[in-house]
């Protein structure tokens, strides 16, 4: 009994270990690192959403003085009563009330900005009784039902301002909003707003320092686990290929051309290298070891039906390519030239085969002027390969010698697939030359695709 070798070098198992632990690691820290990078982003997100709040909040008391300010102006100058409506609208919103309330959901009451900004609140509800009074006057001048306003029925002139004429009235409306009073109130309002917008600025901007330093150092050490990441797979990828996807390109390229495998790469691959080898030189004794003559056509030297019959119920169907052919009108060349003319025909296909296709390669002719050809390991991956083969085949018998007049083939090729015994592949083929045949001739045809190569 032959003694076996004992396979050394990089396993397939350990790869796998490596590349399942290694990466299973680095992933989960990974996923941690974006974790804490979430949550940080997080938190700065809602420091500027807050602070964009507040602010909001904040200025709302002042954009809406300014609105009641630029209403009431207007209505006591020209008595629109758009704008009276707009200003007593505005008033009943009780935005400062309410700007106020959220500021308080951030704030307690002795801070800062809460304390600025109830201060603002409460010079702008002062104003608003200025303002009021202010619209009392215009009522009276523009001649507006005054009791139609619920806020204005409650207010009640002075009895100096009652004796007033209509231009009086009117200039003192005026006055009352635009006077230094008014101004100072006004200045209350903003300086108490823009105090309050200060701090959240001061407050925030010391929310969103910190979070910025801990996600940079989040992302520091999410760039770290990442080129930790890159450098390990590029490791895997490189030793991967050295010991696998090299040796088993170079492995299919020897065995398309039929030569023995070098032992080389993963321990695994290097067993099956071995193991090959071993059956490719049992293969290949076993060829040896049978009766030429009985396998052989003495006409083309070819395999005939004997030796189809042997080679066929015992290859590996799964990974074999199947290929039947016959001569076009080769009845027609038998009447015309006779049968030792056809006699030539046959023997220049059997040559021409053996020209364009593999050592390994079994060519048989199966009947009178039928061939098949069994390719050995050729997937549907090889399909162009055998195309170009049997096109050069055909243009080989199609150019004339001095003795062999131009002729073609039909050709039907099939590859085995699992579910495939050796009748379903030979029905495959068969079907293939079949629709070459109702088509002229003179073609390939691929089972499964009715297109015709020729």
């Given at each position: 009994m032959e003694k076996e070798n004992k396979v050394h070098g990089l396993s397939?198992?350990?790869?796998?270990?490596?590349?399942?632990?290694?990466?299973?690691?680095?992933?989960?820290?990974?996923i941690i690192i974006l974790l804490l990078l979430s949550s940080n982003y997080k938190k700065l997100n809602a420091s500027i959403t807050d602070y964009m709040e507040l602010v909001d909040s904040a200025t709302e008391v002042k954009s809406s003085s300014d609105y009641m300010t630029e209403q009431v102006r207007n209505y006591v100058i020209s008595g629109n009563i758009y704008n009276l409506n707009n200003y007593i609208?505005?008033?009943?919103?009780?935005?400062?009330?309410?700007?106020l309330e959220k500021i308080g959901n951030y704030y307690d009451f002795h801070n800062s900005v809460y304390y600025n900004l109830?201060?603002?609140?409460?010079?702008?509800?002062?104003?608003?009784?200025?303002?009021?009074?202010?619209?009392r006057l215009a009522c009276d001048v523009?001649?507006?039902?005054?009791?139609?306003?619920?806020?204005?029925k409650d207010v009640e002139l002075i009895e100096e301002d009652k004796l007033l004429t209509q231009e009086e009235k009117k200039e003192k409306a005026i006055?009352?909003?635009?006077?230094?009073?008014?101004?100072?109130?006004?200045?209350?309002?903003?300086?108490?707003?823009?105090?309050?917008?200060?701090?959240?600025?001061?407050?925030?901007?010391?929310?969103?320092?910190?979070s910025s330093k801990s996600l940079n150092t989040i992302i520091i050490l999410q760039r770290l686990l990442v080129a930790i990441l890159v450098v390990f797979l590029f490791t895997l990828f490189v030793a991967i290929y050295f010991s696998i996807v090299k040796p088993l390109n170079k492995g299919a390229n020897l065995i398309n051309d039929g030569k023995e495998l070098k032992i080389e790469g993963i321990k695994e691959y290097k067993f099956l290298s071995n193991a090959y080898n071993k059956m490719?030189?049992?293969?290949?004794?076993?060829?040896?070891?049978?009766?030429?003559?009985?396998?052989?056509?003495?006409?083309?030297?070819?395999?005939?039906?004997?030796?189809?019959d042997l080679v066929y119920h015992n290859l590996n169907l799964e990974a074999t390519a199947f290929i039947l052919m016959d001569i076009d009108d080769f009845k027609g060349i038998n009447d015309k030239y006779g049968h030792a003319f056809?006699?030539?025909?046959?023997?220049?296909?059997?040559?021409?085969?053996?020209?364009n296709f593999r050592a390994d390669d079994y060519i048989c002719r199966i009947g009178g002027d039928e061939f098949a050809i069994l390719l050995p390991n050729y997937g549907v991956d090889n399909t162009q390969v055998l195309i170009d083969k049997c096109k050069n085949v055909n243009k080989t018998l199609r150019t004339e010698t001095d003795d062999i007049p131009s002729f073609t083939l039909s050709i039907g090729i099939a590859f085995g697939d699992?579910?495939?015994?050796?009748?379903?592949?030979?029905?495959?083929?068969?079907?293939?030359?079949?629709?070459?045949?109702?088509?002229?001739?003179?073609?390939?045809s691929l089972f499964g695709d009715n297109t015709i190569e020729r």
């Open positions: 397939l198992r350990f790869l796998n270990r490596l590349m399942i632990i290694g990466s299973t690691f680095i992933s989960i820290a990974i609208a505005e008033s009943n919103s009780d935005v400062e009330d309410k700007a109830s201060q603002a609140v409460s010079e702008s509800k002062a104003l608003m009784n200025k303002e009021y009074y202010a619209l523009y001649g507006v039902d005054y009791t139609l306003y619920t806020r204005l006055n009352l909003v635009f006077d230094a009073e008014y101004v100072f109130f006004k200045d209350d309002i903003n300086h108490g707003v823009n105090g309050a917008i200060s701090q959240i600025k001061l407050d925030i901007n010391r929310k969103i320092t910190a490719r030189k049992r293969d290949n004794d076993n060829k040896e070891l049978l009766t030429y003559e009985l396998e052989h056509d003495k006409l083309t030297t070819l395999y005939n039906r004997t030796g189809y056809g006699d030539k025909v046959l023997r220049k296909v059997g040559e021409t085969l053996k020209e699992e579910y495939d015994d050796t009748d379903t592949l030979f029905k495959k083929a068969d079907s293939a030359l079949y629709v070459v045949k109702n088509n002229g001739r003179n073609g390939i």
